[in-house]
T-cell receptor, first 114, second 113 residues
């Protein structure tokens, strides 16, 4: 169990650029979640995968955001035409399944949009 | 929609003091309740959980009881240590089959030696 891995740890970009983040979940976990966390706030749900199927998307996830999980393994979160309001910590979590199953979080990717 | 409300921090205590961090929730179904902790420079990790009314979750000296009548899940510890300094998040899973976890805003705890 190597834990949930996220890359990069930090990303600085200029407004209008596209960015992509990667999450590698714990290998046997079939559920994968993306959250966004801003300073002084708790994680806000963005989207959730069961294997390769994206089952739910938050209203926070505008059409500039897209997430994929090909083959039900790693996942990518892409933000197109970044805005300063996108600056946040993007967290990935995975779980085995079950409504009470605990989430294992990665350390996050800190995005700064200049 | 479902939501979680936590007491605002920061909370500053002396070592060996008693800790309470309040958490209340709003949910239409029968959620499971969780406390997650985030130590400096680390990711969130599960501290304890309770899946139904009157259940008590416990771990590392921390406890929380699922109170349906008051819609609360307050976190307590009888004697805090400096190493407990962290941010604590109350959360619920909505139980409606979507498996979406909803977090509170977090409470920062600082324990002084």
């Amino acid at each position: 169990d190597t834990g949930v891995s996220q890359n990069p740890r930090h990303k600085i970009t200029k407004r209008g650029q596209n960015v992509t983040f990667r999450c590698d979940p714990i290998s046997e976990h079939n559920r994968l979640y993306w959250y966004r966390q801003t300073l002084g706030q708790g994680p806000e749900f963005l989207t959730y995968f069961q294997n390769e199927a994206q089952l739910e998307k938050s209203r926070l996830l505008s059409d500039r955001f897209s997430a994929e999980r090909p083959k039900g393994s790693f996942s990518t979160l892409e933000i197109q035409r970044t805005e300063q309001g996108d600056s946040a910590m993007y967290l990935c979590a995975s779980s085995l399944g079950g409504v009470d199953e605990k989430l294992f979080f990665g350390s996050g990717t800190q995005l700064s949009v200049l | 929609g479902d939501s979680v409300t936590q007491m605002e921090g920061p909370v500053t205590l002396s070592e060996e003091a008693f800790l309470t961090i309040n958490c209340t929730y709003t949910a239409t179904g029968y959620p499971s309740l969780f406390w997650y902790v985030q130590y400096p420079g680390e990711g969130l990790q599960l501290l304890l959980k309770a899946t139904k009314a009157d259940d008590k979750g416990s771990n590392k000296g921390f406890e929380a009881t699922y109170r349906k009548e008051t819609t609360s899940f307050h976190l307590e510890k009888g004697s805090v240590q400096v190493s407990d300094s962290a941010v604590y998040f109350c959360a619920l899973s909505d139980g409606g089959g979507t498996y979406k976890y909803i977090f509170g805003t977090g409470t920062r705890l600082k324990v002084l030696a």
